[in-house]
């Protein structure tokens, strides 16, 4: 499949902005997070994980492919390439094949089974801290640097959803 690089992100980021003011979040962000990486960026599976630091845990706020990994799973964060430079570093990391998938995930013959090979963790941060991940996966050789700048810039703007999330999860009173 030959990419496309030249696709005017601008609609794509409008859309996100967009969903950051309609009912029902953090889904409606992250639904349009989806489209917009998918029509920019590409993917072919998106998910959301926020990151619970004391328990080494992420867990799963949205996917695009939900019969295969549901809303609310949760996984252990060990350490990897992808974790020390999402979680560490608070910087993307970029798998590009079969092996770094091996090398970064639990489930990767999962991951193999869906067509992807190649992988964009893109950390969420506010605050100085990191608050999950927006990750896309596509096929091998699929991500490059080039990718950053909107990948981070898509990042940013689940903020909002995560913060939602988190309101959900602990109340309204806890986070004023």
Known sequence: MARARDIDPWPHITLVARALGQAGQP???????????????????????RYHPDAQESERLYTSQ???????GRKTVRPTPSTARVFGEQRPYIGRTAADIRACFGDAELILSLGCESVLNLPVLFDGRVLGTVNLLH???????DDLPLGLTFAALAVAGFLAAARASLGPATLR
């Open 66 to 72: 939900g019969a295969t990994y549901p809303i609310g």
């Open 139 to 145: 096929e091998a050789h699929w991500y490059d640097e």
């Open 27 to 49: 889904r409606e962000t992250f639904a349009a997070l989806d489209q917009a990486t998918g029509a920019t960026l590409g993917h072919r599976l998106f998910t959301v994980l």
